[in-house]
């Protein structure tokens, strides 16, 4: 008798046991670890972004309206450093919002603007360091709904418009924030739960699906790697196959973007205003770059890079395996600046005639030639000719390549160039002048 008791007595126990454990379960669910996941998920992931290779950043926001000047001084530095620059008060900066009214914003020609320079993606400034949101945020009241005149949803628009062109859209985010009240010291931890996560989650879940989720501002002593690890996780859980820049963490080196060591948060490496003297196999990375010298609007820079150095670049970075992320800073009525537009037209025209040897392609097999660039791509080697050599004639520098086929890809009948084994690789005769002063492609087929 006293034994059964004894035995529901325990019976009982170990019920009350399992449920209260079962209940603890159900409770703290486990937190999917994202970072770790095979190189197969990964390459799935990394693809379309891997084969663009070109983008455009935009930045946008209330810093155009002062577009570099306050109290009728012209500030030195990037433009939409204006508030930190030149010490301006909340309250006061807060008035250039109330300034904000673009009306002559239109989401279809600045997509087109990007389709038509060949770019893949759009990064835009969903908020920058200033705290000033372009979308309707319903953890803010400093937005372009509730705080601007304008009272459109630029995100909403630019996501329809992309949609429609096949362009993906991304959006940059900082971390750090000089409007928000709580965004510094020990009240970081309710900005970030409660207004900077929301506000991401906002983003996917209301413009989805987003391309990229570029972090910014990850510098500030607050942010630690593991919140940065905490904040990846938290975005794939809301996007399983968004992609995420090394700045959600703390693993990035400086300006020269990419990280310390291998382990931190972040899919891709973001040289900033620089371009790596090489690539590295098996790492991904961006270098993203402004046009002139600043990043959001300023009325007085004209330091404007050639179409030249811009072609260039694109293929440079290629050539070693990267993507560019080229700037575009519209003025406060909503214009793309004309120099910009011009110089992304030659970009485009050029991407026409040599898309090709761009998109889709890997890092050159064989370092830099001193003429310009390789790049390749599935039985294909791309000779990127800047300099057009006296001699009229380039050299592959692989004796083995056993070669089909070479023409210039700006030549629409392909025909053939004359092409010669020797000791220090194969060499392509070329025609005397070059069909395109900037850089001329040839194509080497095996
Ligand atoms: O959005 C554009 C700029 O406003 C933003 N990044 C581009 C894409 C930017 N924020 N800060 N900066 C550029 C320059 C800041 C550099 C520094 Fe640092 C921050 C120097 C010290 C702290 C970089 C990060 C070097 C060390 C940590």
Redesign the pocket.
Known sequence: MKRKITIRILLAILFALSSLFSFACQKTPEVKNFLMETKEDRDVRMKWWREARFGM?I?WGAYAVPAGTYNGKQVDG?G??IMDKAKIPIPEYEKFVRQFNPVKFNADEWVQIAADAGMKYIVI?SK??DGFCLWDSKVSDYDIMDAAPFKRDILEELAEACKKKKIKLCF?H?IMDWHHPDAKGENFPTYREQYLKPQIKELIDNYGDLGVLWF??E?IKEWTEEQGKDLYNYVRSLQNDIIINNRVGKG?Q??QGMNKEVGHAGDFG?P?QKIPDTGIPGVDWES?MTMNDT??FKSFDSNWKSKETLIRYLIDIASKGGNFLL?VGPTAEGIIPEPSVTRLGAMGKWLEVNGTAIYGTTASPYGKPEWGRFTQKSGNIFAHIFEWPASASITIPDPRLEVTKAYLLADKGKQSLNTEKTESGLRINLPPTAPDPIASVVVIEY
């Open positions: 950043f930045h990037i939409e450093w400034t920058h360091h940059y900082s910014d501002g510098w990035r400086g300006m973001t900033e993203c990043w959001g700037n």
